[in-house]
């Protein structure tokens, strides 16, 4: 099994960055896409972004992309969201999740979940 823990969350200005990390325990790390979702209250669960287990291939949502930037460190077992330009709709609780591969968790397939952060942008 995997834990996953995520930090860096907090409350910011709008225009400011933010980098989130999710720090993942157990020893197949290296063998699992990780990404991130977000949800804000009263609202679903929205994919961000993920990355294959190699770091080869990145995928977006829309609403972020040229903003914010997966990268994993496989020999720390931590993967990161760098989000730069927030804005106010990006506030939410955001999640880090694994999966087999980092396309399965752009089709909302994880197979682990971590507790969330929360990120609040301000206006």
């Known amino acids: 099994q995997v834990q996953l823990v995520e930090s860096g969350g907090g409350l910011v200005q709008a225009g400011v960055s933010l980098r989130l990390s999710c720090s993942a325990s157990g020893r197949t790390f290296r063998s699992y896409g990780m990404g991130w979702f977000r949800q804000a209250p009263e609202k679903e669960r929205e994919f961000v972004a993920a990355i294959s287990p190699s770091g080869g291939n990145l995928y977006y949502a829309d609403s972020v992309k040229g903003r914010f930037t997966i990268s994993r460190d496989n020999a720390k077992n931590t993967v990161y969201l760098q989000m730069n330009s927030l804005k106010p709709e990006d506030t939410a609780n955001y999640y880090c999740?694994?999966?087999?591969?980092?396309?399965?968790?752009?089709?909302?397939?994880?197979?682990?979940w971590g507790q969330g952060t929360q990120v609040t942008v301000s206006s």
């Open positions: 999740a694994a999966a087999g591969t980092g396309l399965a968790l752009k089709n909302y397939r994880a197979d682990y």
